[in-house]
């Protein structure tokens, strides 16, 4: 029978492969020790932090140089078998997979110091930035885990069908960037807090430790919070954390603007967790409420010329005050309907819509990857 690992060998193992090449030898003792000043716990702890965000950086510049090959290359005539097959699409599991294993191990070190040393060394403070960080840490899990489904099923980084919107296709490895970049953003909040003991004093640096105690998200009987958690992490919430939401064009964005999503896809719901309901829009439909602005972005290509009109009625039916559509000029296998800028303009006008040219001119400044297709349309009056 193996005997209990020794605290020793926990702090090596949690710290390999990646922490343990930012660590001198001595290190996993030192930490081993249970008396270990605290001083010397949080330096350890803002040295980890700081070379979290070195590992970070060094992987996102490598992410966003492979992304814009890849992205020139699916402008440049690739099919898009091709495009989905090629060595430069291939390259994004790198970045994907080295932004979890860093995050990801980097937790498992931070979570075998603070269970050591825990109780003696974090205050308040530092305790509730450091488990803040933990629920990006979670989205991120959950954006790698979507993106190995899509493998499993698809070959791809995504569930979604062969379309000619290329940066479509690149959502979920940008996804996984997005919360990578908010679990190392949470730790520089960390880094600030622990630079704050420093004080200046008569000249000299002088170091002040607040004292131990629990997060402030505890109740009076020493219970965790989750409400108390919540309200607290909502409050000092900023809206480019809420809005990310905006790429699968749901959920609450900025708090401010409600969004629903629909898909053709019978197992819609199932793959997105409920966020996006299965409607077909060639068949019609009425969901008995109206929405200010809707958002169809390269559908109508797919739908036979015989059923637009109907994909058109539900459309206006369901709006009130505008519409957000990309209909692709671009045939192919999956494109029934492909239509040039001033036939589907025709169309879509004459189901009861206005186009907004100067609204339409400012948005393709900002979508440069649909910015022959996307047009904005007002309600006609």
Known sequence: MRRPP????????????????????????????????????????????????????????????????LIAKGFQGQT????????????????????HRICSHFTEFIQAVVMVHGERCLYPELRDAIGASMLWLVK????????QLAGIYHSRYALYEVSTDVLRHMLPPVDVLHYAAKFADAFSEVRIILD????????ARVVSLP????????????????????????????SDEVSSNVYSHTGTVDRRYCCHAFDGSPRAAYYTSGLVQTQRLDEPFDLGRRFDWLIC????????????AVA????????????????????????VNARNWASSREVVEAAGFKLDADSTR????QVAWLHGSVNVFNVAE
């Open 211 to 238: 004292a131990a105690g629990p997060s402030r998200t505890e109740d009076d009987g020493g219970a965790f919070s989750d409400m108390t958690f919540i309200a607290d992490r909502e409050k000092n919430e900023r």
């Open 6 to 69: 020794e605290l020793e060998d926990i702090f090596r193992n949690a710290a390999t492969p990646l922490v343990g090449d930012w660590l001198s030898a001595g290190s996993f003792a030192m930490l081993a020790d249970q008396q270990l000043p605290c001083l010397k716990v949080l330096v350890v702890l803002d040295w980890v932090s700081q070379k979290l965000h070195e590992s970070f950086q060094h992987t996102r510049d490598n992410f966003y140089v492979w992304k814009d090959i």
């Open 140 to 147: 991120l899990s959950q954006e790698v885990h979507k993106v």
């Open 80 to 99: 898009s078998q091709e495009w989905f097959t090629s060595s430069n699409y291939y390259s994004l599991l790198n970045p994907i997979m080295d932004m």
């Open 297 to 308: 972005l390269e559908v109508m290509e797919h739908i036979p010329a015989s059923h637009e």
């Open 196 to 203: 704050q003991l420093a004080d200046k004093g008569n000249g």
């Open 312 to 335: 058109l009625a539900n459309l206006r039916r369901h709006a009130t005050k505008g519409l957000i559509l990309s209909w692709s000029q671009e045939g192919g296998a999956n494109h």
């Open 362 to 365: 400012t948005l393709r400044t």
